[in-house]
C-alpha cells in the first residue's frame, strides 16, 4: 500500500512539474492541470449540487405561482397551491441525499488532490539539490507546504464548485426570466457589466496585497522556527527580550501588510454591495410599475424581485470570491518555485553500481559556491586506494566540507573530474553509490522515535543481533543499559533527552549498521568528551579496517593513525603525508600540532 501512494505522488510530482514548466505564466492553466483526470467526478458533483439546492432556486417561481392562484380564485387557483406545495416538498425531500452524494465527490477529489500535491512536494524537496536547500529556508518551505496548499484547496472549492454553481444558478434563474418576460431579463443582465468594471477597479490591487502579504507570511515561518531553534542560546545569555523584540517587528510587519490586504478586501466588499442594493431597488420599482400597467401579473413581482437577489447574490458570490482566487492563484506560483525549479539531481539513465570498491580519483578538481567568485576547490588532484584512511585538516573555509560534500555527490566538480572506481561520478546512478558508503556528521541528525527506529533508520528486517552489534561497536551498550525502556527508549525532538556524546554514539551506530564500503566521518567525535572520545575512537579503529575512509578533524590527535592526512588551505592541498612524515616536515601540520598540543 504505501508503495502505492508513494508511486503515485511520484506520478503526480511529474504531472505538476510538466504542468507548471508548460504553463508556468498561468495560474489558471497549472490549476486546472492538478486536477487532469478528475473532471468528471466535479461534473456529478455540480449535476447533484443542482439538484440539492433546486428548493431555493425555484422556491420564487414556486411562491409566485401560489399567490398568482390565490388571486384567480375557484378550483384553478386551489389547483395551483396543491401543485406548487407538493412540488416544493418534493424538492425538500431529494434534498438531503443530493447533499450527500455532492459532498462526497466534491471533498474526495479536493482532499486526495491536496495530499497528491503535498506528497509531490515532499518528493520534490527529497530530489532538489543540497545547495538548494542551503539557499531556502526551511520555514520558508513549510510555509509553501502547508499554507500555500491548504490555499490552493481553497480555490479549488471556490473555482471548480462555487464558481461552476453559481454559474449554473445563473443559468437556470436567468432561462427562467426569459421564458416569463424578456423586458425584465434585459433588465437582470446589465448587472454584468457593472460586476465586470468593479473586479477590474480592484483586481490589481487585490492581487499586489496578496502577493505581499504571502511572501511576508513566509519570512514569519522562517524567523519563527529560527526562533525556536536560538531557544536555548537566547536563554543562555539572557536576551529573551531582545528575541521577543526582534520577532515582535516581523509579527508587526506582518499585521501591517495582512491589514492592508484586508482594508482593500473590505472596501472592495462594500462598493459592490452597494452597488448591487441600489439595482435591486430599481428592479423593485421597475417590476412594481410593470404591475401597475398590467404588463406582469402581481405575484410574479415576488418572482422578479426574488430572483433578482438571486442573480445579485450570484454577481456577489463572484466578486467575493475575487481575494480568495487571487491569493489562491499567488499559492501556486509560490508551490511551482519549488516545483517547477529544475536544480534537481538527475540519476535517470545513469549507470547503476551493484558493488564498491572505493578507489578514488581527484583530476584537477575545481568548486566554487553560487554568487561566489572566490573557488573553495582549486586544482585538486589525489588518488585514494580502496582501505586507505584519509584525514582532512585546516582551518575554517579552507576546503574540507566541499570536498565531503563532492565524495558524496551532494555537489559535483565545476572543473575536473572526480573518478569513483574508475567511473566518473558525473555518470553514476548516486543513489545505487551510497546504499555503499555511510556518513556520520558532525551534528548528529535524530528524528523523533524510539533509539532502535533512529539506527536502523531506512533499513528493513534488521535483527537484534545486528542492533547490539551496532550498539556495542559504537560503545552505546552501557548507555542503553541505563535507559528505562533500553533500545525501545523515545528520543525526544533534535534527541533533547541524550547528551552530545549520546546523541553522537547513535549517529555511529546507524553508520555501522550498514556495514559500508565507504565511511566519511565528519567531525564525528567532536562532540564527545576525552573518556568517549577514546571509546569511539576504538570503535571507529576497528570499523575503518579494509574500508576506504575520510576522516575531517580538527582535533589533530584523533588522526595519527591515518594512511595519508591532507593539509588543506584555500582550496589547495599544502601537505600531504602520514602524520610522522609531516611532523618530521615541521610545516604547517607541524605548527597546528604543536599549537594545540600547548593549549591542552
Known amino acids: 500500500m504505501e508503495t502505492n501512494k508513494t508511486d503515485n505522488y511520484e506520478e503526480m510530482g511529474n504531472r505538476f512539474a510538466r504542468c507548471y514548466q508548460k504553463h508556468g505564466g498561468n495560474s489558471i492553466l497549472v490549476l486546472l492541470g492538478f486536477y487532469k483526470g478528475q473532471y468528471h467526478r466535479f461534473l456529478i458533483s455540480t449535476f447533484f449540487f443542482v439538484i440539492k439546492h433546486s428548493p431555493s432556486l425555484f422556491t420564487s417561481l414556486l411562491i409566485a405561482n401560489v399567490i398568482n392562484g390565490v388571486l384567480k380564485g375557484g378550483e384553478a387557483g386551489r389547483r395551483a397551491i396543491l401543485l406548487n406545495v407538493g412540488i416544493w416538498l418534493f424538492l425538500l425531500a431529494i434534498h438531503l441525499p443530493a447533499n450527500w452524494v455532492y459532498s462526497m465527490y466534491k471533498n474526495r477529489v479536493i482532499r486526495r488532490t491536496e495530499a497528491g500535491l503535498r506528497g509531490a512536494l515532499v518528493k520534490k524537496l527529497q530530489e532538489l539539490s543540497i545547495p538548494y536547500h542551503t539557499e531556502m529556508q526551511s520555514g520558508r ?36 426570466t426569459a421564458v416569463k418576460n424578456r423586458i425584465i431579463l434585459l433588465f437582470f443582465v446589465l448587472v454584468a457589466p457593472v460586476a465586470s468594471v468593479t473586479v477590474i477597479a480592484f483586481r490589481s490591487r487585490i492581487r499586489g496585497e496578496n502577493r505581499a502579504f504571502r511572501r511576508e507570511m513566509e519570512e514569519t515561518s522562517a524567523r519563527v522556527m529560527e526562533m525556536v531553534e536560538l531557544v536555548p542560546v537566547t536563554r543562555a545569555h539572557a536576551l529573551e527580550k531582545t528575541e521577543i523584540e526582534r520577532i ?19 472596501h472592495f466588499g462594500a462598493v459592490s454591495w452597494c452597488v448591487f442594493q441600489m439595482f435591486q431597488a430599481f428592479c423593485l420599482a421597475f417590476s412594481g410599475y410593470m404591475a401597475l400597467r398590467g404588463m406582469i401579473q402581481v405575484g410574479d413581482i415576488t418572482f422578479y424581485q426574488n430572483s433578482f437577489t438571486q442573480v445579485v447574490n450570484q454577481f456577489t458570490g463572484v466578486i467575493n470570491l475575487l481575494p480568495i482566487l487571487t491569493k489562491g492563484l499567488e499559492s501556486i506560483s509560490s508551490i511551482g518555485e519549488v516545483l517547477g525549479s529544475d536544480d534537481v539531481e538527475r540519476n535517470e539513465g545513469k549507470q547503476e553500481i551493484d558493488r564498491l570498491e572505493g578507489n578514488y580519483s581527484f583530476k584537477n578538481v575545481k568548486f566554487a559556491y553560487r554568487d561566489s567568485e572566490e573557488s573553495v576547490l582549486d586544482g585538486i588532484n589525489l ?16 576546503g574540507k566540507t566541499t570536498m565531503l560534500n563532492l565524495l558524496i555527490g551532494f555537489i559535483a566538480p565545476l572543473d575536473g573530474r572526480l573518478f ?4 566518473d561520478i558525473n555518470d553514476i546512478n548516486l543513489r545505487s553509490y551510497r546504499r555503499f558508503i555511510s556518513v556520520v556528521p558532525q551534528t548528529p541528525i535524530l528524528f523523533t522515535g524510539t533509539i532502535r527506529d533512529n539506527i536502523t533508520y531506512g533499513m528493513e528486517h534488521v535483527t537484534d543481533e545486528e542492533v547490539m552489534k551496532a550498539v556495542e561497536a559504537a560503545n552505546l551498550k552501557s548507555v542503553i543499559a541505563r535507559l528505562p525502556k533500553g533500545l525501545d527508549t523515545m528520543i525526544e525532538e533534535h ?18 549498521i550498514r556495514d559500508p564500503k565507504v565511511i566519511i566521518l565528519d567531525e564525528a567525535t567532536s562532540a564527545l568528551d576525552t573518556i568517549s572520545e577514546k571509546e569511539i575512537q576504538d570503535a571507529l579503529d576497528g570499523l575503518i579496517k579494509g574500508r ?4 575531517v578533524a580538527h582535533r589533530l590527535s584523533t588522526v595519527r ?20 612524515e609531516l611532523m618530521d616536515l615541521k610545516g604547517e601540520f607541524y605548527e597546528m600540532e604543536r599549537l594545540q598540543m600547548a593549549l591542552r
Open 383 to 398: 588518488d585514494v586506494k580502496a582501505g586507505e584512511t584519509i584525514a582532512l585538516v585546516g582551518e575554517s573555509g579552507s
Open 420 to 423: 569513483i572506481d574508475g567511473r
Open 495 to 512: 534527541g533533547a533527552n541524550l547528551s552530545g556524546g549520546q546523541r553522537q554514539r547513535i549517529s555511529i551506530a546507524r553508520a555501522i
Open 141 to 176: 518551505l513549510q510555509s509553501k507546504i502547508i499554507r500555500d496548499v491548504e490555499a490552493v484547496e481553497t480555490l479549488s472549492e471556490q473555482l471548480f464548485v462555487n464558481l461552476m454553481n453559481i454559474s449554473i444558478s445563473l443559468l437556470i434563474t436567468l432561462s427562467i
Open 561 to 580: 593513525d591515518a594512511d595519508r592526512i591532507l593539509v588543506l588551505d584555500k582550496g589547495k592541498i599544502r601537505e600531504e603525508g602520514s602524520y610522522r
Open 548 to 551: 576506504t575512509t575520510f576522516i
Open 248 to 266: 515582535r517587528v516581523q509579527l508587526d510587519e506582518t499585521a501591517e501588510k495582512g491589514y492592508r490586504l484586508d482594508m482593500i478586501q473590505s
